[in-house]
């Protein structure tokens, strides 16, 4: 290896004074070009851009023809390998590679190694002179120096350069000077080798915890979407429920279906029953409105033989064929008082004696009960007893009425269709203006009233298609319609009987009018009135979505909305809290 005198080595003469006015500004050149190239290695970028910019701004400060820095995996293979002045006329084995010999060398004895002339250095074989460009007329200078993490060699910054007087002199100060740099450079691979160990264990660790999550998820959420058959639509209001009903199955408790008329109890009540661990015992359903009082007994309890004239022979009632099963109790809102005692031991003690007997029978029965009634009203008015009231509203359920899920009704509406053609022979399909009469119309009856509704126009229809001239409504024959425009506190729309009652609350009424603008299908919200339309009747509210359109027409402000309804500031905000409306702010 090739020592160069340092110039306090040489002796003195005018060529030393000659030599430190050439070298001296070197030394500053040095430290600028530190302090630039360090710059760079704190730059953000990734590890090949930085590494290239420093070999490019290497340039600047030291005479150089070629420069490479070469970074090693663990095997000794060359990983990253960036260079400068390596343009088109290079020789491509020197692109690829600088001379491997000398590169083992400075790997081996951890220590810079500097060519004066590569032509006499062992280090070179011919190839490496062919690639350099190395010949007797063309002599070329070799400067390595290792690069290192701690005290392990990683890699090596290398730069050749045609000989002269020039380059010959400041040999010893380029060596120290890439060294340096070469320490810089150690410096950056190691943080940015140790940014990527972190990164690679942070991603394994986040792929280990999602398969972790993934497999300890609850079966009940693994699918988003509950299926029941029957129960059609998409909406969001809809797969709430079903959601519901999925959890709700998996447990013994009593059930309370809450919900207008046409909501679909009954189809819910055998969801819950077919999704259960009952699924294949007996479903029993009861309409406890449909039948008297003594009639009602004997079918829940069943009754002895001779326990009435007409009791030829014992028979079981709905209480005991549906043991380890269900039994579904509709309308349970309308039962005399006196039977709600008799129905309230059943419920509470799971035992019962039939009408004429007097053996106790015991069963294991999960009661469903279902009700359009507003059964707090009624406990206020000792119309139903309160302690029957708290034994079946332990698992409230409220189904929304078709108003709330208007994007369902095309796909119902579609359903329904599908089968009036299938019992009648006909293919019937629907207009896009016949979808807009549909997602016009209020549906107090909710989709009992909408299948009515299709069955009734398809029957009519005279043409191929179902259009909006085929709908009654839009020739004033919607009885319907009449019913909403009566506004009776029975006929309303609203869910008003479904909700608990504390304080005496605002009657609220069904809007003026069945015609109404047309929402966007897919829209969750009742459709508007029409302009100029009274919004109240007397001192009385409106229903949920007339209170959501006044205070959209009023800029969410709540006393411009409460002059819109004719009603007072106060009932506007208890209509907001009762209904759960969230107020917008602008």
């Known amino acids: ?109 951890e220590s810079p190694l500097v060519a004066e002339n590569v032509t006499v250095h062992s280090a070179f074989n011919a190839s490496d002179l062919d690639a350099l460009g190395a010949s007797d007329n063309i002599p070329v200078s070799f400067i390595g120096v290792p690069i290192r993490i701690d005290a392990k060699v990683v890699g090596t910054l290398t730069i050749d350069r045609i000989l002269d007087s020039r380059s010959s002199a400041r040999l010893d100060c380029d060596v120290r000077l890439l ?43 693994e699918g988003k979407k509950v299926n029941v058959e029957g ?3 998409e909406s969001p209001a809809l797969r709430a429920m079903l959601e519901k009903i999925a959890v709700i199955a998996r447990s013994n408790s009593t059930v309370l279906l809450r919900g207008e008329s046409g909501t679909g109890k009954e189809l819910v009540a055998k969801a819950i ?22 009639v009602l ?36 809102g309308e039962i005399s008082a006196s039977f709600q005692a008799k129905l309230l031991r059943v419920l509470q003690e799971q035992e019962f004696e039939r009408v004429g007997g007097n053996q106790t029978i015991k069963v294991d029965v999960r009661v469903i009960a279902a009700t359009n009634k507003n059964l707090e009203d009624a406990v206020a008015k000792n119309e139903f007893r309160a302690d029957l009231y708290y034994r079946i509203n332990v698992v ?20 329904f269709l599908k089968k009036f053609n299938s019992e009648n022979g006909r293919t019937l399909t629907f207009d896009a203006s016949a979808i807009e009469v549909l997602m016009n119309c209020g549906f107090p009856g909710n989709v009992r009233e909408l299948e ?75 459709p508007l009135a029409p302009a100029g339309a009274p919004l109240v009747s007397g001192a009385n509210m409106v229903d949920r979505e007339r209170v959501i359109a006044a205070m959209e027409r009023s800029g969410w402000v709540q006393a411009k909305a409460a002059r819109l309804l004719g009603v007072t500031p106060r009932q506007i905000g208890y209509a907001l809290r009762k209904y759960g409306i969230e107020i917008k702010r602008f």
């Open 1 to 109: 290896m090739l020592h160069i005198a340092s110039v306090r080595e040489m002796p003195n003469s005018r060529a030393e004074t000659d030599l430190e006015v050439t070298i001296v500004p070197s030394h500053e050149e040095a430290l600028t070009g530190i302090f630039e190239i360090s710059k760079v290695l704190t730059a953000p970028c990734r590890l090949e851009v930085t590494l290239a910019n420093v070999v490019d701004l290497l340039q600047k400060f030291v005479q150089v023809r070629h420069g490479i820095i070469s970074l090693f995996e663990d095997d000794g293979v060359p990983d990253i390998t960036v260079g400068a002045g390596l343009g088109e006329h290079s020789d491509e084995r020197y692109r690829m590679r600088p001379p491997q010999k000398a590169i083992d060398q400075i790997v081996a004895t």
């Open 179 to 221: 060294t340096m740099i070469a320490d810089l450079v150690g410096q950056t691979v190691k943080l940015h080798r140790l940014f990527a160990c972190d990164r690679e264990r942070l991603m394994a660790e986040k792929d280990r915890l999602a398969k972790q999550v993934s497999e300890i998820k609850p079966p009940a959420r």
């Open 231 to 233: 129960i059609i639509g």
């Open 273 to 294: 029953h077919e999704r259960s661990a009952r699924a294949k015992r007996p479903f029993i359903k009861v309409n406890c409105a449909a039948l008297p009082e003594t």
């Open 297 to 332: 007994e004997s079918e829940l309890f069943g009754h002895e033989k001779g326990a009435f004239t007409s009791a030829f022979n014992a028979r079981k009632g709905r209480f005991e064929l549906a043991d380890k099963g269900t039994l579904f109790l509709d309308e349970i």
């Open 396 to 415: 409230p359920l409220l189904l929304p009425p078709l108003r709330e899920r208007r994007s369902d009704i095309p796909l119902l509406a579609a359903q």
């Open 452 to 526: 009515n509704c299709v069955q009734r126009t398809a029957t009519l229809a005279p043409g191929p298609s179902i259009v909006r001239d085929d709908f009654a409504c839009c020739h004033g024959q919607c009885l319907s319609a009449s019913l909403r425009k009566g506004a009776s506190d029975e006929m309303a729309l609203h869910p008003g009987p479904i909700l608990p009652a504390p304080t005496k609350p605002a009657i609220l009424q069904a809007g003026p009018s069945a015609a109404v603008a047309v929402s966007p299908i897919g829209r969750e919200q009742a």
